[in-house]
């Protein structure tokens, strides 16, 4: 009896079962009502009163061990068999791959610098963190002059301050480098204001700056009328009106023909029919100077725009802090590939 149980267990080790069909053989030759199992119980009756206790744990054992095997090679080939199915049925449908949306600015930023590079215009960075010759005296904000309120500053320390606007990379670009120039500066400036929907103590900018010897003020207007039409259309006119700021002169501030009511009156130009785009104008002889630049040889234009703002109106979106607050909401409502 002992030797046909140790026989049984070796038996039941090497036996294979690969298939549905293996594993229905081997139920029924151990485990059916006619099988090894059924028979050792039948024979246990047989067995000598003192072996009872040790053949009968054998026995135990054994039947464990059978189920066992049966249950793990049925798992098996369940699972096996789940999966070739699958991947065999070329039907399925596919799994969802989600894409994620460029940002709103981004995009917007994207289309304002590959307008301008269609006419020669590079891209130039700066840093974030300025000392005050770059982001105020290089520019002519004279020290303790008021116009240095015009951007409320966040300063670091005595000396450094968060850049108020890129105008800090024009600087660093005139001083490292020989005209003429024809670049843009993109990125972030920060300006201490409360933040609102209309307002927020950081945004974006894109300036640019062309230097070269005879440029007029009548090459800024068409720089500026090509790329307007670019953004906003080509029925788009512009129109300059006199402004002040302490690095240009004569200065002024540019609006476009209303995008939306085609000039004849709404909410977003507030029935003006035109909206406020950028600031503008010829650098001033001083910044020149500030860069070693020779204003009776070199001249040139500079303006300067929010992103943010040129973002809202191409939106219509009406809360500046939307931009900020990573809803993913208001994100994936913006598709690069429409612009
Ligand atoms: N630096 C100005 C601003 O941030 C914008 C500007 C740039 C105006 C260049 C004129 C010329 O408000």
Known sequence: MRDKIKDLFNKVDQYIIESKEQAEQFRLMFLSRKGELSNL???FKNVAAEDKKEIGLLINQLKDKIQQRYDDAKNNIDNTSTVNTNAEDYTRPGFPFETGTSHPLTIIRQKIISTFENIGFTVASGPEVEDDWHNFSALNFPENHPARDMQDTFFIDEKFALR?????????????????????????VYRNEAISARAHCFFHQVEGLYIDKNVSFADMKQTLLYFSKEIFGEQTKIRLRPSYFPFTEPSAEMDVSCF????????????????EILGCGMVDPAVLQNCNIDPEVYSGFAFGMGIERIAMLKYRVNDLRLFSENDIRFLKQFNAANE
């Not at 606007?165 to 480098?177: A, D, P």
């Not at 939306?260 to 909206?275: L, Q, Y």
């Open 41 to 43: 119980f039948n024979d």
């Open 164 to 188: 108020t606007h890129t105008s800090s990379v024009q600087i660093r670009l005139m001083e490292n480098n020989k005209p003429p120039f024809r670049a843009l500066m993109p990125g972030r």
């Open 260 to 275: 939306i009511c085609h000039s004849k009156g709404c909410s977003v130009c507030k029935h003006s029919g035109w909206v």
